[in-house]
């Protein structure tokens, strides 16, 4: 097929597409065009028959009208699964743990109030993830050796391999109450948005730690600076806020009990190195007459 890349082309990835058989052209010569995210072209060429966007989720290009009709859209869908759960486990380590509140400390006097507060993997907690997809494909073996119990929890409610307990989102909601420590990784969609409010962080335990590796928006952000602050839960560790990027000045930056990556799980850099495979899948489905194994179902939102 023909195909381009806009608005920033990545030399490794078309010298990947071009070495799988796909002839690279100008964009108004394109059959299929490879997004890497920014104004698309206005008007889309005639000749596009489908776009691989390079990320995941695509709630904001709903949001600004870009999945026009007429045109099919795929996805990276599972592709960054293993990058982002790297980052889920870095980060549920580092909140459980309290290697914010150390830092904050600037004291080996914090050491006793540190210790006492820990949690440990090795108590085999239960820990939920919430989006349960290809992050958690990834993410459940590197928890394995710890002994945890893995409940998860997505849509359709399939069963998701090494998962000890799999369930519907609609009905999970007596998960909130039972799990130790929450993974969300679910894409952001009218079912999604806000789906931790302040009610669902009043039913966690006590000692529950949250972590965000979806959207921004699918934690209520001042419900749950609300529950840190009161320590209503023991902790958050973000890796995508609402807003984002999070302002300067916002409290959960001088929280102990917060820890923040700016949303690196899936950069541009990782994606240069990961996406091309999925192109090419999705090209030569699109090239047999078939659905793209990322295709975007628009009314979904994913």
Known sequence: MKFSMTPGEWPGVIAEVAAAGHTHVPVDEAEFLIYTGGPLPDPLPTGIKAIQFVFSGVDRLLEAGDLRPGVRWAN?????GRPVAEIALTLLLSQLHHVKTATLAGSFRARGLI??????LIDAPTIA????????????????????????????????????????????????AEADAFVLAAPLTEETVGMVDAAVLARMQSHAV???????????????????????IAGAALDVTDPEPLPEDHPLWRLPNCTITPHIAATGRMAQRMIA????????????????????DITRGY
């Open 115 to 120: 210790d006492a507060a820990q949690g440990w």
């Open 277 to 296: 495979p999925q192109i090419i899948a999705n090209m030569a489905a699109l090239a047999a007459g078939e659905r793209m194994p990322t295709e975007v």
């Open 129 to 176: 993830i919430i989006g349960a997809g290809g992050t958690a494909e990834a993410l459940i073996p590197m928890l394995r050796p710890f002994g945890v119990t893995v409940v998860a929890v997505n849509r359709s409610g399939r069963k998701v391999t090494g998962a000890d307990e799999t369930f519907a989102q609609a009905d999970a909601s007596h998960v909130w």
């Open 210 to 232: 949250i972590v965000n590796v979806g959207r921004g928006e699918l934690i209520v952000t001042e419900d749950l600076v609300a529950a840190l602050q009161s320590e209503q």
């Open 76 to 80: 990276a869908a599972g592709v960054y």
